[in-house]
């Protein structure tokens, strides 16, 4: 059985200016450095003729884990994140897929970015995490819903403060 991911987050800015904020490389390595765990990199990002394409890594250090994870999994985690964005209208909507070392399972999730009110902008984000390992699964991938809210937090706290910086 998934666990659910929902989040929300509002800007002071325009859907175009944080569609930038959050797909263009110069941010997105900025936002890699500052909170992207252990080794984190942009692996690769390609414009499309509507909107973006971008693969995240991101480490998880061994000491940072639950014990139940440490117990499955020796070392490090990495995290692999697909983002894909398109233009649809006055908004974009996107696709996520995560995947996690040493972890059978995936998260997926689905974002949109639109106006909330003349020079505001909000991005709703529902997912799930499944994780296929009888018995724990399902405590793991409360655990792990729990870590991704967690970072979509700290990343649209990353984005605002980037937008704010950038005016």
Do not use: C
Request: hydrophobic share 40%; no cysteine.
């Amino acid at each position: 059985m998934a666990s659910r991911i929902e989040h929300r987050a509002t800007f002071a800015h325009s859907v175009a200016d944080v569609f930038a904020a959050q797909s263009d490389t110069d941010a997105l390595r900025a936002r890699l450095a500052g909170i992207g765990g252990k080794n984190a990199t942009l692996q690769d990002h390609a414009v499309t003729a509507d909107g973006v394409r971008y693969t995240l890594l991101q480490g998880v250090p061994a000491e940072k884990l639950p014990q139940a994870i440490r117990a499955l999994h020796k070392g490090d985690l990495t995290v692999r994140r697909e983002h894909t964005w398109s233009a649809a209208g006055e908004r974009y909507t996107g696709t996520i897929r995560a995947q996690v070392s040493g972890v059978p399972g995936e998260i997926t999730a689905r974002t949109e970015l639109s106006p909330d009110s003349a020079d505001h902008s909000v991005q709703r984000t529902q997912g799930e995490v499944t994780v296929r390992i009888p018995f724990v699964g399902g405590k793991l991938e409360g655990f792990i819903a729990e870590q991704v809210t967690g970072l979509l937090d700290a990343e649209a706290q990353f984005t605002a403060k980037w937008l704010a910086r950038e005016r």
